[in-house]
Structure formats: structure tokens, C-alpha cells
């Protein structure tokens, strides 16, 4: 089994910022991308940054330029650096994994417990 873990949530104002980790932990052999997911209160879950295993990143048209998504291979952990953050980012936020647990079995996607983001205006 495969577990991943955010850290980093909070409370902070406009304009702040916060950083997001998330580790996997458990039967990990190898994780192809990582993501970060967010969802507000009575809004569906929608995709914030992704990263593949060799480095290139996608972000939602409401992140760029203000969050920067990094991951360490080698510690199977993913960033979420958040900066200028506003109300409107607030939200839980998912961290998400395509993980391998061995050279033979298939890629299974998991999920995170998620983490509580709530910017004050």
C-alpha cells in the first residue's frame, strides 16, 4: 500500500505565502506525476499544478506565476510553493500520484488526506 502525506496548511492573509509538501510513503517503487488538487466548499476538484517524473510542470490559468510546483525524486516527495496568495485560493488541497509498487505491477493512482488552505482578506 501506498500513502501520501501534505503537510503545510493553514491561515494567512493576501498576499502571503505557504509551501505544501506532500511524501509518499509505504510500497513505492516508482511515481510517474505528481499533482496538487484543490477543492473549495461546494465546488468540484480541480487540478492546480502537475509534474512529471522528468520535470515538466502544467498549472491552472489561476496559479500561474504566483505557485511553483517541485518535486525530490529521490525523497518521493512534491512541493506546492504558493506565493500572493488571495480568498479565492482557499480551499482544501490534494496532493495526487501515479506510483508504481514494483518493476512488474501497474501504476495506480492515489490520493492525499488533503490540507486546509483559508487566505484572510
Known amino acids: 500500500q501506498v500513502q501520501l502525506v501534505e503537510s503545510g496548511g493553514g491561515l494567512v492573509q493576501t498576499g502571503e505565502s505557504l509551501r505544501l509538501s506532500c511524501a509518499a510513503s509505504g510500497r513505492v517503487f516508482s511515481i510517474d506525476a505528481m499533482a496538487w488538487y484543490l477543492q473549495a466548499p461546494g465546488k468540484q476538484r480541480e487540478l492546480v499544478a502537475r509534474i512529471v517524473s522528468g520535470g515538466s510542470t502544467n498549472y491552472a490559468d489561476s496559479v500561474k506565476g504566483r505557485f511553483t510546483i517541485s518535486r525530490d525524486n529521490a525523497k518521493n516527495m512534491v512541493y506546492l510553493q504558493m506565493n500572493s496568495l488571495k480568498p479565492e485560493d482557499t480551499a482544501v488541497y490534494y496532493c495526487?500520484?501515479?506510483?508504481?509498487?514494483?518493476?512488474?505491477?501497474?501504476?495506480?493512482?492515489?490520493w492525499g488526506q488533503g490540507t486546509q488552505v483559508t487566505v484572510s482578506s
Open positions: 495526487n500520484a501515479d506510483v508504481s509498487s514494483s518493476s512488474w505491477s501497474r501504476v495506480r493512482n492515489y
